[in-house]
T-cell receptor, first 114, second 111 residues
């Protein structure tokens, strides 16, 4: 079984709709991250969380919100989706402070906003 | 200027060739360095860490030049299965475990 899972894997929606992407992990990691990937731009950090209820903005947080209600779960919401939020979204996890910074990624969610 | 810059490629090489990718980073306070591999439409996965003295893992060799702020990845005896995008990744703040990703270099190994 995958250590980091994301649902849904693919989603097509319309402009203005509210969308939630879910991420779950069984690695026991404290830290979780949401990235988006666009062609030619690489991975850009949206939000990250170092512990339950801890939320921090990343490079491109506008138009997104997150929730970390449990160690194993980190959800990303688009309150009112717009076409330029069409992208591949990845969730990632890592261990806590003072440990290896390696991040482990989920399989991604391909989101299309029409 | 991007914090981590890579030539996007693609690098088209025949099987058995040796190929090298470079990556430059802008923040001199960067402390940890990695190469990740990403297959088409899949998630990035750690290929190898990059140590100051250079390190090798089978056909893959990574080098770090702190003075010039660049990292390299050398692949010897390329295989078809090496075709992927290689992401250069830098950690500036060890305490925060935050990673900054380059845009990736695409490699295509042809028969």
């Amino acid at each position: 079984d995958a250590d980091v899972t994301q649902t849904p894997r693919n989603r097509i929606t319309k402009t203005g709709k509210r969308i939630m992407l879910e991420c779950s992990q069984t690695k026991g990691h404290d830290r979780m991250y949401w990235y988006r990937q666009d062609p030619g731009l690489g991975l850009r950090l949206i939000y990250y969380s170092f512990d339950v209820k801890d939320i921090n903005k990343g490079e491109i947080s506008d138009g997104y919100s997150v929730s970390r209600q449990a160690q194993a779960k980190f959800s990303l919401s688009l309150e009112s989706a717009i076409p330029n939020q069409t992208a591949l979204y990845f969730c990632a996890t890592s261990e806590g402070s003072g440990t290896r910074p390696e991040q482990f990624f989920g399989p991604g969610t391909r989101l299309t906003v029409l | 200027r991007k914090e981590v810059e890579q030539d996007p490629g693609p690098f088209n090489v025949p099987e058995g060739a040796t190929v090298a990718f470079n990556c430059t980073y802008s923040n001199s306070a960067s402390q940890s360095f990695f190469w990740y591999r990403q297959d088409c439409r899949k998630e990035p996965k750690l290929l190898m860490s990059v140590y100051s003295s250079g390190n090798e893992d089978g056909r893959f060799t990574a080098q770090l030049n702190r003075a010039s702020q660049y990292i390299s990845l050398l692949i010897r005896d390329s295989k078809l299965s090496d075709s992927a995008t290689y992401l250069c990744v830098v950690n500036v703040n060890n305490a925060g475990n935050m990673l900054t990703f380059g845009g990736g270099t695409r490699l295509m190994v042809k028969p």
